[in-house]
């Protein structure tokens, strides 16, 4: 077996791996662990969920110095989303070492508190390539000391346009150091970022040609790309998925679709690399509360989220990519549970089919349409209300929870997700004690403040 406890790691992570009940690695983690604690550059290919982000964090964890005020580390990722979820892990897996600093830096929020928190000092930085680049133009975040650079999805870095910026940040970087590249496919632009910036890296692989045997498949013939709108609207009325993202290959495709069936009423938002930082964190903490059935993204834009209990998955267009086919249709049927993968091929989408039965060594059967008139009820238990205040008002999770259940008289069994950014937080409350919950945000104080609130 591959256990934790067989690696040299020192006594205090391996009890915090065991509380955090860490004890045998996933495949990801057994072949590129034992490297990374050798100081070996690696290029890990390898899928969301596999387990790679507790790989490199630990293998930066074993080499910090933590009193050593300055930053020892860098992760770069393409999306704030992932850039969260990356310094939460590394910081659950450093609880068992005093005074580690992990400072996330990522555009879409002010530059500010940022700046404030350099100033203090931080052993590992997270962030995204445009705003480190901001960083270094001000003089504010300082590189020459980093011992470990990661570069985390970084084929959705350079789909995102984020080479010239990698390029900068590689450039600010010591020459020594240890570089721990991390992509789901390995294109020619990955080749070429590593030659530049690793030093015999060894190559490290989970492959993923095999579709989870939890998810269903189906595929379902569409005479033109014309027909696809109404087609997709046939899946919904006949699968009833409470909760589902639909994938396109272009923005433009997104909001034709976004179009379409906000007109046909369905519960709908789109995700893309359009929406301002706002927008997006509003899209994504409806999608996940399940206050909005259907979320239609594009791949760069769905890259790192994290969200459970998704019922299905419908690629509006096939993926031109047969690795990322086998990541979208991997979003659903996770932790024990079922799910189902749909797709819409029409004539354009025959060659994207084709290789992808050679890729998964599979024989795909095209299936007709459901031929009932479609009738779609998704309406969403939830509804998300958008309060303007969060963590820099002082703002808790405890407080919206207590303003709700024991001044408005609410049940915490109708109230759902909380969650809290800088300056807005949301709470998921059921359509049923909406208005009520409303009233009460709207017109009593929470901490002795009063805080604008509204219904998305």
């Known amino acids: 077996m591959n256990l934790f406890s067989n690696l040299p790691l020192s006594e205090s992570m391996l009890t915090n791996l065991d509380s955090l009940e860490y004890k045998e690695m996933t495949p990801i983690q057994a072949q590129s662990l034992p490297l990374i604690l050798q100081g070996v550059d690696i290029i890990g290919k390898a899928k969301t969920g596999s387990g790679k982000t507790a790989a490199f964090a630990i293998g930066l964890l074993h080499q910090m110095q933590a009193d050593a005020y300055h930053t020892q580390a860098l992760v770069l990722c393409p999306t704030r989303e992932l850039a969260d979820q990356v310094a939460k892990e590394i910081r659950r897996l450093a609880r068992m070492i005093p005074n580690i600093k992990v ?18 000092g931080a052993h590992i930085v997270v962030g995204t390539p445009g705003r480190l680049v901001d960083h270094l133009r001000k003089n504010s975040l300082q590189l020459n000391q980093i011992k470990q650079l990661v570069l985390d999805e970084a084929d959705r870095m350079l789909d995102m346009g984020f080479s010239e910026d990698i390029d900068q940040i590689i450039a600010a ?56 709108l109404h087609a997709l609207l046939k899946l919904l009325a006949e699968y009833k ?35 301002e930082q706002k927008q997006r964190d509003q899209v994504l903490v409806r999608f996940a509360n399940r206050s909005v059935s259907v979320l239609i993204a594009t ?17 509006f267009d096939l993926a031109r990519d047969s690795e990322v ?61 958008n309060i303007d205040g969060g963590k820099k008002d002082k703002l808790r999770a405890g407080d919206i929870l207590g303003a709700l259940t024991k001044d408005a008289g609410i049940g915490g069994d109708k109230i759902g997700k909380i969650d809290i950014f800088d300056f807005a937080a949301y709470v998921a409350i059921e359509r049923s004690v909406a208005h009520q919950a409303l009233k009460q945000l709207q017109t009593k104080p929470l901490k002795g403040k009063q805080f604008r609130a509204r219904k998305l």
């Open 299 to 315: 791949d760069v834009a769905a890259r790192g989220l994290d969200i459970k209990q998704l019922d299905a998955v419908i690629n």
């Open 173 to 228: 970087c010591p020459d020594e150091k240890q570089t721990l590249l991390f992509s789901a496919t390995y294109p020619k632009d990955i080749e070429a970022i590593s030659k530049r910036c690793q030093k015999n890296p060894q190559m490290v692989s989970v492959e993923t040609t095999e579709i989870n045997t939890a998810i269903t498949q189906a595929f379902f013939e569409v005479s033109s790309s014309h027909d696809k």
């Open 103 to 120: 400072l996330t830096l990522c555009g879409g929020v002010s530059i500010g508190p940022q700046l404030a928190s350099l100033e203090r």
């Open 325 to 385: 086919h086998i990541h979208r249709v991997g979003r659903t049927g996770r932790a024990g549970e079922t799910g189902i993968a749909l797709n819409l091929i029409s004539p354009q989408d025959l060659a994207a089919l084709n290789r992808l039965e050679n890729f998964a060594s599979i024989q795909i059967e095209l299936k007709k349409l459901p031929a009932s008139k479609p009738i779609v009820d998704l309406e969403p238990e939830m509804v998300t209300l």
């Open 241 to 275: 998925p409470k909760s589902c993202i639909v994938f396109c290959n272009t923005k433009q495709t997104c909001n034709e679709v976004l179009e379409f069936l906000q007109e046909q009423n369905i519960s709908s938002v789109a995700l893309h690399g359009d929406l």
